[in-house]
């Protein structure tokens, strides 16, 4: 029997486009991974005061699945990509599926200085295990790029 492959898929809610197609993404490379142990997650931030519940996440992705079963878990933080790695290196996550950062170039630079648009596969690039592939789902694109940490 194979190995269980362990993909971890953080997601905004309520689902925005690019949160759906990059869910849809990671049911497909679960589907491709079999057996895999699909985590679906979503990051309450403490500043913004978001108190999304588990079983509203879980009720809102399961289409978005077409039957591929995920476990769901809402996590409390101030950083996205800091409360992301702390999650994949808990579960020990083979792979990470995050959505491409879709900013203009202006806004990408005013981000960085007021340091609230994380690039968040950047990030998890730096910092995962060498064995822990991050997945950039582009939204205008037909097939989902992976590039390794």
Do not use: C
């Not at 979503?42 to 588990?54: I, S």
């Not at 790695?85 to 950062?101: C, F, M």
């Not at 950047?122 to 295990?129: D, H, K, S, V």
Request: proline share 4%; glycine share 4%; hydrophobic share 40%.
């Amino acid at each position: 029997m194979a190995d269980l492959t362990r993909i971890l898929v953080p997601i905004r809610y309520p689902l925005t486009d690019q949160s759906a197609q990059t869910l849809a993404a990671a049911g497909r490379l679960a589907h491709d991974h079999t057996p895999a142990d699909l985590r679906v997650l979503h990051v309450n931030l403490y500043q913004t005061g978001d108190r999304t519940q588990t079983e509203e996440l879980t009720h809102a992705i399961s289409a978005t699945l077409d039957g591929v079963e995920a476990s769901v878990t809402t996590r409390q933080g101030f950083l996205v990509e800091e409360v992301i790695l702390e999650e994949a290196t808990q579960t020990d996550t083979d792979i990470i599926v995050v959505g491409a950062n879709q900013q203009a170039t202006w806004q990408k630079i005013l981000s960085r200085i007021l340091r609230n648009g994380p690039a968040v596969g950047a990030f998890l690039r730096e910092n995962t295990a060498v064995d822990t592939d991050v997945m950039e789902v582009d939204p205008a694109a037909e097939i989902p790029t992976v590039e390794s940490a």
